[in-house]
């Protein structure tokens, strides 16, 4: 092994191994609750960046739906990321079904300190984060939408060719 396959940093990674890497992190969360996971992300689409960092963008957006998911305390929660391209990008998406964000809080989720779980359970700053690692290290974009009571996070970074 090589010192640059050892320090990974900005190699083509595998999206499906940020999602499973992910999962992997929070899998005490996962497992104790009733949560069904689905993944239909493409194998070989590659991402150009450090994939602790995209790891650490999924463990952001799972561990916010697992939060929202208690707070509406319903009876199963579905985590289900997708994965498809276009011209230039590829789009990868993870929904929930976990009641979603009240429409007023749409455009100030990815705020610095923008949270609705208190001081004791939230800082406001996760989203903050991802969405600058995104734009800042993967030269990408994310948006969010409510979609089936859920909400929908759709990250876009460019194809690597
Ligand atoms: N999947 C989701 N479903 C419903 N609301 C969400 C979801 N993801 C984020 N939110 C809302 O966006 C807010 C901001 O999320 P963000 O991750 O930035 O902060 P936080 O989770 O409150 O605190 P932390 O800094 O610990 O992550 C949350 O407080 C919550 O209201
Ligand atoms: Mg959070």
Redesign the pocket.
């Known amino acids: 092994m090589n010192l640059e396959t050892l320090c990974n940093t900005n190699l083509p990674l595998d999206q499906i191994d940020a999602v499973n890497n992910a999962l992997k992190m929070c899998s005490q969360r996962i497992k104790k609750r009733s949560v069904e996971v689905e993944v239909i992300v493409s194998p070989t689409q590659k991402i150009q960046g450090t994939l602790e960092e995209m790891v650490h963008i999924f463990i ?2 799972i ?3 697992i ?2 998911y208690e707070d509406n305390n319903k009876l199963g929660l579905l985590l289900s990321f997708r994965s498809y391209e276009n011209k230039d990008n590829l789009i990868i998406e993870m929904q ?1 079904n ?4 009240m429409q007023t ?1 749409l455009s100030k ?2 705020n610095p300190y ?4 208190g001081s004791k ?8 984060i ?1 969405e600058r690692t995104i734009r800042e290290y993967f030269n990408g974009e994310i948006s ?1 939408s409510n979609i089936n009571n ?2 929908l ?1 759709s990250i876009s970074v460019p194809k690597v060719i």
């Open positions: 952001n957006l561990n916010n739906a939060d929202a929930d976990a009641g979603g964000i809080n989720i990815f923008f949270s609705t779980k359970h939230g800082t406001g700053i996760g989203l903050y991802v969010v859920g909400a996070f």
